[in-house]
Nanobody, 120 residues
Framework: QVQLVESGGGLVQPGGSLRLSCAAS????????MGWYRQVPGKQRELVAG???????SYTDSVKGRFTISRDNAKNTVYLQMNSLKPQDTAVYYC??????????????WGQGTQVTVST
């Protein structure tokens, strides 16, 4: 059974920091591309940051220079370090694991989400 369990969300003031963690089980973690997505009510879920099995990273423009994604394959965990947080970063953050076995076979899993609120 595959599980992705996020933690680390909460309430933080503008300019503050949070670190999200996502612990994976039931998958060969090192083979998966991992991503952090976020969603606010009424909007589509958007990719915030991704890291592939070779540790290459990517970020959406609005978080570049503020957020850092990393992974620890020994702990089956992916992290999102969020600094200089802004009210517009407020969202539910979801962890995603993706593995493309073939052109037509893809394994894709989601965590349950963790709320991040940036407010005074």
């Amino acid at each position: 059974q595959v599980q992705l369990v996020e933690s680390g969300g909460g309430l933080v003031q503008p300019g503050g920091s949070l670190r999200l963690s996502c612990a994976a089980s039931g998958i060969i973690f090192s083979r998966y591309a991992m991503g952090w997505y976020r969603q606010v009510p009424g909007k589509q879920r958007e990719l915030v940051a991704g890291i592939n099995s070779s540790n290459s990273t990517s970020y959406t423009d609005s978080v570049k220079g503020r957020f850092t994604i990393s992974r620890d394959n020994a702990k089956n965990t992916v992290y999102l370090q969020m600094n200089s947080l802004k009210p517009q970063d407020t969202a539910v953050y979801y962890c995603n694991a993706n593995f493309q076995l073939t052109v037509v076979v893809e394994y894709n899993y989601w965590g349950q989400g963790t709320q991040v609120t940036v407010s005074t």
